[in-house]
């Protein structure tokens, strides 16, 4: 889903970058053009946050666009003007977990087809938990680190194409894999 908004420069002085306080203020009590203006200028920043935090070029599209939807819809819940930024992270942030755990649980899924075993609610507490420490040191590593794991290991597509899809060399997706897989089994590792 892509959000277009036609912004009307007369009233405000818009470019590419965060709002200030008055401009913010403004969209908080429902001035649209100032809305508009908000979450124009906020659409690079919440862009590359979410392009350095989703495992693939499309959920970090997705949870862009998400992350100003809720902005255009929410910003009225917006406690302080000056907070902007790091609310737009932490929503980007969530979303992107949102997207690997979802991930996680349809991996989990196929692994468990035609299975009739109904685990405990404590089973499923405990699947949950282990698959958001998973989601969290997944979203920890470095950028290209993710990528490589998450093609490789989750989407499980082959060393070849991950590393022309990543612009390496099989040896450096190889080692960048060997990296991630250490790093996120020493985070899972430092919870128990």
């Not at 992107?96 to 989990?108: G, Q, Y």
């Not at 089973?123 to 490789?152: C, G, H, K, Y």
Request: glycine share 6%.
């Amino acid at each position: 889903m892509v959000v277009t908004l036609r912004i009307d420069t007369k009233d405000h002085d818009v470019e590419r970058g965060w709002a200030g306080e008055q401009l913010v203020a403004a969209a908080q009590h429902g001035d649209r053009e100032a809305i508009a203006a908000v979450v124009y200028g906020a659409h690079p920043h919440v862009r590359r946050f979410a392009q350095h935090l989703c495992a693939s070029d499309s959920d970090a599209e997705d949870a862009t666009q998400e992350a100003l939807i809720i902005l255009y819809r929410k910003i009225g819940t917006l406690r302080a003007t000056t907070a902007l930024a790091s609310w737009m992270f932490r929503i980007v942030r969530n979303e992107c977990l949102r997207r690997a755990r979802r991930l996680l649980d349809t991996a989990s899924g196929i692994e468990s087809a035609g299975l009739d075993v109904v685990g405990s609610a404590e089973d499923e507490v405990l699947r949950r938990l282990e698959a958001d420490e998973l989601a969290q040191a997944i979203s920890a590593l470095p950028e290209v680190q993710r990528r490589v794991l998450i093609m490789r290991d989750v989407l499980g597509y082959p060393g070849r194409a991950t590393a022309d899809a990543l612009g390496l060399s099989t040896a450096a997706m190889k080692s960048q894999l060997h990296r991630a897989r250490t790093a996120v089994r020493e985070g899972l590792g430092h919870h128990r």
